[in-house]
């Protein structure tokens, strides 16, 4: 038993004896990097005078990518006010996770909710499993169309309803430089029993950064519905600038 104690001790004396080689005294042992890439950004315009305005955007987004596997999700709020009457009062998320079948074929599941105040939808979630492909997969760009069959639950104008939907998506990024990336997507979500009932959702931002964790940020929003609540307009856009926070 003592010869077992001792060479335990041996043992031990060595190892700790490597590991203080292997690192130099007072270092501390380096942090494992997140896997997941997550930004946060804020925008806000108000003014004061003729016209008292005000008008707030937040948003974060996180993506990660690991073996065969891809997943993201973002979350966006707006609120704005003119003269204490509101001009925009919206909310937006989604999660959606990519399963590689190949270098550039994909299964995926996703889920997309939306409400918006000032159109008069109360709710609007969407879900769509469905396949997908890249055209371009490299350093700099990638070039991406999404196809399968889906289903909507919302309440507009007061009206509940639900029903088989199609989803087509493409998206496209560019990363231009180390510091400045640009990116593009597009979605059609068609009532599979009535097309004429659809929602038509375009994005398009620029992104540089200004510092280490620290960029500008450029987006711009259009949604279009084609069926929208009684008294309100087809089209909304939004344009937002804001600082993007990267974490």
């Not at 041996?10 to 490597?18: L, M």
């Not at 305005?53 to 966006?76: H, P, R």
């Not at 409400?115 to 939808?121: E, G, I, T, Y």
């Not at 009684?230 to 926070?245: C, E, H, P, S, V």
Request: glycine share 10%.
């Amino acid at each position: 038993m003592t010869r077992d104690l001792a060479m335990l001790a041996t043992a031990c004396v060595a190892v700790n004896a490597a590991e203080d080689a292997a690192a130099p005294e007072g270092a501390e042992a380096p942090k494992p990097a997140s896997s997941w890439k997550t930004s946060a950004a804020i925008g806000a315009t108000l003014t004061r005078g003729n016209s008292d305005t005000l008008t707030v955007n937040g948003t974060i987004d996180t993506i990660k990518k690991w073996g065969k596997n891809e997943a993201g999700a973002g979350f966006s709020v707006t609120y704005g006010e003119t003269d204490n009457k509101e001009t925009a009062n919206n909310m937006a998320a989604y999660g959606q996770y990519n399963r590689l079948v190949s270098e550039r074929l994909f299964v995926y599941g996703r889920v997309d909710f939306s409400r918006d105040k000032l159109a008069d939808v109360n709710y609007r979630i969407g879900l769509s499993p469905g396949a997908g492909y890249y055209f371009i997969k490299n350093d700099k760009f990638t070039l991406s169309g999404e196809l399968g069959p889906g289903y909507i639950w919302e309440e507009v104008g007061g009206v509940s309803d639900d029903y088989f939907s199609l989803h087509v998506g493409e998206k496209f990024t560019w990363e231009i430089n180390d510091r400045a990336r640009l990116w593009q997507s597009l979605s059609y979500d068609p009532e599979v029993e009535d097309f004429e009932n659809y929602l038509l959702r375009a994005e398009i931002g620029f992104e540089t950064d200004i510092m280490k964790n620290l960029s500008l940020r450029v987006v711009g929003i259009d949604t279009y519905r084609n069926m929208p609540a009684a008294g309100r307009n087809k089209n909304d856009f939004q344009l937002i600038t804001g600082i993007a926070y990267k974490f």
